[in-house]
Nanobody, 116 residues
Framework: QGQLVESGGGLVHAGGSLRLSCAAS????????MAWYRQASGKHRELVASMSNGGSTNYADSVNGRFTISRDNAKNSVYLQLNSLKPEDTAVYYCTVWYYNGRNYWGQGTQVAVSS
């Protein structure tokens, strides 16, 4: 009863920036938590950033100070601003949403590649 569409990935040089977007649709329930995960080649998927309905945020130590999560409730969208990108940030980034009805959905992922 819901789906997420991600966009904004791409190839940039170290030090560059990207803005990832994730639009949620198809659910009659309100969003409880939105978050971004990433998975590098050969690595486990890890939590990058999350935001609760009340606006509280949490960041992985590796991205804290460089990435910013935000959302637009009217558009049912969540964003991730990636600044000062490093090669180690290269990964597929996934948006995930938890609704108040208990359902959880994941996006298909968007590729971020940072060259040296």
């Amino acid at each position: 009863q819901g789906q997420l569409v991600e966009s904004g990935g791409g190839l940039v040089h170290a030090g560059g920036s990207l803005r990832l977007s994730c639009a949620a649709s198809g659910s009659t329930s309100s969003i409880h938590v939105m978050a971004w995960y990433r998975q590098a080649s050969g690595k486990h998927r890890e939590l990058v950033a999350s935001m609760s309905n009340g606006g509280s945020t949490n960041y992985a130590d590796s991205v804290n100070g460089r990435f910013t999560i935000s959302r637009d409730n009217a558009k049912n969208s969540v964003y991730l601003q990636l600044n000062s990108l490093k090669p180690e940030d290269t990964a597929v980034y996934y948006c995930t949403v938890w609704y108040y009805n208990g359902r959880n959905y994941w996006g298909q992922g968007t590729q971020v590649a940072v060259s040296s």
